[in-house]
């Protein structure tokens, strides 16, 4: 049996042997090679997804810092790993990488301009007017706005920064004291979040703003000398990001500066959400046609949309009607019922 397996000559035990060996000494290899590259691919991960900021505590402090600055009241601090940028009230860090050169998921701007919105395609922001990528300008040459975001790591490698890549806007008071910067994570179905972070160069007030999927805020500015209200929008739908039905940026939350930060006014939204739940009321022809309707009816019918049926429901539920919208809900047939329940308003 032994000779039908190994191929060997029984009658050559040394060449037998020598075989055999040979034979065990590449399957430790194989082993090993195997182990070390599941080890590798294990190692590559972490890095392309990217570590928890709360796990970094070890690393060591700004010992290989590459750039500091000092604009007014803020202090700017980046190294061949992470961001800092405060004042005395607030310090913001953030890990980017490691040897200046950040993930590819996220990217990160100084803000020249919070108030022109910023237009993102697939997770990541474009230039203006809004045809030219802001990652990659050598491949996409643009037009000069002095409102654009300037990318701090062009081809993925930190930027030499400098003061006067920041230009000052007027935010929290007429002056032109406040400077900005945006960190973002593009998302694999094309979506992603966004938080930008703005500064006051005169005093020590500062904002954090979040937002989704590149749908930056509305801004209110109802005085000069206030910091502006801001309203969020999200984006909602039926099914999943790349093949939504219904997709609509629906309000979820407006926002004023107050006690130095910005909350949340239940006041203001109430007082907007019953005025939009009044917008996308429902007529007595459309309630007929949705309780009777399929989707597939829906798909169909040129004269309905989707978006129109649920701008109602986000909008009646945010307005306190949950009633009225569950008779309603009740009311249809159950596979449109079906269709309608991973909708969450």
Known sequence: MMKSILGYNGADTKSSLRGRSKYMLIKKYTIITGLLIISLLCVSSVNAGGIDPAENKAKPKLANTKIIL?????????????IIIGNKLKKINI???DNNFKRCAEYYYIINDPFTPIEFYDGFP???PGKYPL???????RPYSPQQPVNLFPKYYLKKVTESDFRKFSFFSSQRTTIGFMEGLAGASGGGSQTMY??????DKYAIISFNDGICPTWIRYSSDKAPIYITKDASYIGCHSMSVGYGERISGVYI????SYRRSPELEKSLFLQLYKESLLTPEEITYY????MQNIYNDPSKSPARLLDYMYYAKKAGKSNELTKFFNAMDKSLQAELSSFKP
């Not at 703005?198 to 005093?203: I, K, M």
């Not at 500066?257 to 130095?260: A, G």
């Open 135 to 141: 990652a990659f300008p050598e491949k996409y040459p």
């Open 126 to 128: 474009l230039g203006f």
């Open 70 to 82: 000092k604009i007014g009241t803020v202090t700017i601090a980046i190294s061949s790993s992470r």
């Open 198 to 203: 703005l500064f006051d160069t005169a005093s």
């Open 95 to 97: 890990w980017y990488g």
């Open 257 to 260: 500066f107050k006690n130095s």
């Open 291 to 294: 309780k009777q309707a399929t």
